[in-house]
């Protein structure tokens, strides 16, 4: 079992950045793939990065590329997602994941979720 705990989401105005962090507990973090997530009122839920096991591999949804870096530390137990420029449309719930799959994008490969942290940007 694992658990996630998302931090750092607020209140940021257009152009502005914000560094979310997500804090797994137990000892095997470095055994799951991570992956960032967010979901806007009356939409799904989408992709908006993953990193594999180790770090060497990343990918992102178009929306953020060149604006969102993911990363991870395994000693730290812990999975950041670094936005820039901000948008009033990035504005939404933000939830990180981890699957035992070696690397995914897709939700449902996902087996354990946080709670979410809001993410607003005004314009």
């Known amino acids: 079992q694992v658990q996630l705990v998302e931090s750092g989401g607020g209140l940021v105005q257009a152009g502005g950045s914000l560094r979310l962090s997500c804090t797994a507990s137990?000892?095997?973090?470095?055994?799951?793939?991570m992956g960032w997530f967010r979901q806007a009122p009356g939409k799904e839920r989408e992709f908006v990065a993953a990193?594999?096991?180790?770090?060497?591999?990343?990918d992102y949804a178009d929306s953020g590329k060149g604006r969102f870096t993911i990363s991870r530390d395994n000693a730290k137990n812990t999975v950041y997602l670094q936005m820039n420029s901000l948008k009033p449309e990035d504005t939404a719930v933000y939830y990180c994941?981890?699957?035992?799959?070696?690397?995914?994008?897709?939700?449902?490969?996902?087996?354990?979720w946080g709670q979410g942290t809001q993410v607003t940007v005004s314009s």
């Open positions: 990193i594999t096991r180790s770090g060497s591999g990343t």
């Open positions: 994941a981890a699957s035992r799959l070696v690397f995914t994008t897709t939700h449902h490969e996902y087996d354990y």
């Open positions: 137990g000892r095997t973090f470095s055994s799951y793939a």
